[in-house]
């Protein structure tokens, strides 16, 4: 069950736009966070959560999408993400925050692939834009935003092509193409 819930756990990129996220989703989702793991349980991580086209207009600008896909830009009007989550760090209560908001992250995309939801972890992004459009206080550090939405797109898992190239792509019918390292080139 959880193989098929990692397989489904994408990162996407485009998404049904029209097809809206509300704030108890968003709540759910950030719930699961506050449940998973963290580093000597001082739970340091806040959330900022957007779900209107207001609020997702000043967060968009300020993304870096796909840097692989060297001709593309990012979504389009019509297929750009439905909510967000931004992930902080609180710096009152710890300076560094190790793998806590890799966990938290995790736990919040998977919960989204049970809900019928996709997302993608976007650490690629200008900093002080997103600080200074939301308004986010010099006390929290932005760690990830997370794009989150329906998906429209297929993305599918490829081994490795003969180069050993680990890069993303797309094929001429826009499926989206992810080479993964066998798992005995992963066990020593």
Same mark, same amino acid.
């Given at each position: 069950m959880i193989r098929e819930t990692i397989l489904k756990n994408r990162s996407y990129r485009r998404f049904d736009q029209a097809c809206k996220i509300d704030e108890t989703t968003l709540k759910d989702l950030v719930d699961l966070a506050r449940l998973s793991p963290s580093a000597a349980n001082l739970q340091p991580l806040k959330y900022i959560l957007s779900f209107s086209a207001e609020k997702n207009n000043l967060i968009f600008p300020n993304l870096r999408w796909a840097a692989y896909l060297k001709d593309w830009g990012g979504p389009l009007e019509g297929e750009r993400p439905?909510?967000?989550?931004?992930?902080?760090?609180?710096?009152?209560?710890?300076?560094?925050?190790?793998?806590?908001?890799?966990?938290?992250? &995790?736990?919040?995309?998977?919960?989204?692939?049970? &809900?019928?939801?996709?997302?993608?972890?976007?650490? =690629?992004?200008?900093?002080?834009?997103?600080?200074?459009?939301?308004?986010?206080?010099? &006390?929290?550090?932005?760690?990830?935003?997370?794009?989150?939405?329906? +998906?429209?797109?297929?993305?599918?898992?490829?081994?490795?092509? +003969?180069?050993?190239?680990?890069?993303?792509?797309?094929?001429?019918? &826009?499926?989206?193409?992810?080479?993964?390292? =066998?798992?005995?080139d992963l066990i020593l």
């Open positions: 439905s909510a967000y989550i931004i992930i902080l760090g609180d710096t009152s209560i710890r300076k560094e925050f190790g793998c806590d908001f890799g966990i938290s992250a &995790q736990s919040i995309l998977l919960g989204a692939v049970e &809900q019928g939801l996709g997302g993608c972890m976007i650490a =690629s992004f200008q900093k002080d834009g997103l600080r200074a459009a939301l308004n986010i206080p010099d &006390q929290y550090e932005i760690l990830l935003v997370l794009a989150l939405g329906k +998906p429209i797109e297929k993305v599918v898992i490829d081994p490795l092509s +003969p180069d050993g190239s680990i890069k993303y792509w797309r094929d001429e019918q &826009q499926v989206h193409h992810v080479p993964k390292r =066998s798992l005995d």
